[in-house]
């Protein structure tokens, strides 16, 4: 199809007197396209007015999209089931002219920001490879609007504790707060509603105040009001963590500032300026931080196991031997996992970011060997036996010290032949074993089967 300036040209030439032939190998075109330019007497190519294969088919198209949730490859199937001779990029090409299933896009607006105005956040997730082995994280992001200055943290999850820890870093390192953060609405933040309509949890709002600013929420869908900070996670994704390995969280989070670093020292195409240099003017408007920066932290309460070791999210952390059974406060922060029983006593461990079933012990507190809780109350077993056979209180008593088995064990299948055994041949064979000093409850059981065998059970020869 010739262009507009083609026809045009066509046109001049003819005005000129110039022959078909001529204005044919002047402008490299066929005579026959040059003839149809000169009798249309128009640099306006004409409109092809041609039917559609598929319009005879429209209303089938309609019900099927429909039917098949909207899946065109399900409608093209069906179609030629019906007959229709269309191609699959037929039916799609007529489906985007005729607006069926199918939007065009809008244009995207641009914002302005004044300096210290606004700051946003969101995270992504991704997958990284830390201590050798593959591992999602979550990245929590914040740009402030104006400058542009980036920062990002990795976590393995980004719960309510996570999110006011990455706040506060991210407060800390660009020394103030802007007015307003943008959010995604997301749960971590919102109590309940939307956008402008968000009101964000207690918890939350009250970490807003302390800081001196507010957090707001963009339209569900309205994805380019946050675009400040939506762009960046491509470029993290495909620039810092493309092709690096890291050995654990510490060393990932201290490269990701490092990074950070980097990236605002340099020149930026689409703001035409460097960020660290916007952010000179940004920065003497934010918000200041209080004077005290109080430690985030997660209150929990547990109970010390029978190994002397409180469970925080699958990792075990241990605490005097003398707390077990004990109800202790577990104050978790960014570094420490805090134990504390009564109001003087205090274990502190090294926080394990992740929940990986590890056990941390302090050898301190075990104890020694031999100085454990012994038991002083006689178990419910032994009481029983000294209600039903007080005779053989010293044969128990030798049976703690010498026996093989477990204690309770041992005294369970003691009563249990008390109980279901003639007491006579019982206390027989108790007595004839504290004799000879044996304790091996099965022996002692052989024995009093013996017993019963002689003295209850009498077999009769029978004569033939």
Known sequence: MLSPSQRTAILELHKKNLGTRRIARALKVSRDAVKKVIRSESSIPPPI?????????????????ASCQGNLVRVHEELQELGADISYPALTAFCRRHGIGYTPPLPAGQYHFEPAEEC????????IKIAGRMRKIQTASTVLCYSRMLFFQCYPTFQRFDCKLFLTEAL????GSCKHTMIDNTHVVVLR?????MIPVPEMESF?????????????????????????????EKNFLSGREFADWEDLN????????KVNSKYKKHIRAVPKELFAVERPQLNPLPLWIPEVYRLQHRIVDVEGYVAVHTNRYSVPWTWIGKQ??????????????????LVRHGRIIEPIGKRITIPEHRPAWGQGIRRTDPRPEERTLGELVPEISGYVSALRTHGRKYITVALRQLLRMAREYPRDAFLSATAEASHYGLYDLDRVESMILRRIATEYFRIETINK
């Open 208 to 236: 807003a105040d302390r800081y001196s600013f507010k957090f707001r929420a963009h339209k569900i869908g309205d994805a380019n009001r946050s675009g400040r900070v939506e762009r960046p996670f491509r470029f993290i």
């Open 120 to 127: 946003q956040h969101d995270t992504s997730p991704h997958e």
């Open 254 to 261: 201290r490269r990701a500032r490092e990074w950070c670093e």
């Open 49 to 65: 007015i041609r039917p559609e294969k598929a319009e005879e088919y429209r209303q089938e198209i309609l019900d099927l999209y």
């Open 193 to 197: 509603g939307t956008g402008p309509d």
């Open 328 to 345: 202790v406060e577990v104050r978790e922060t960014r570094d420490w996992i805090e134990l504390q029983y009564g109001i003087r006593q």
């Open 172 to 175: 800390k390192y660009y020394g």
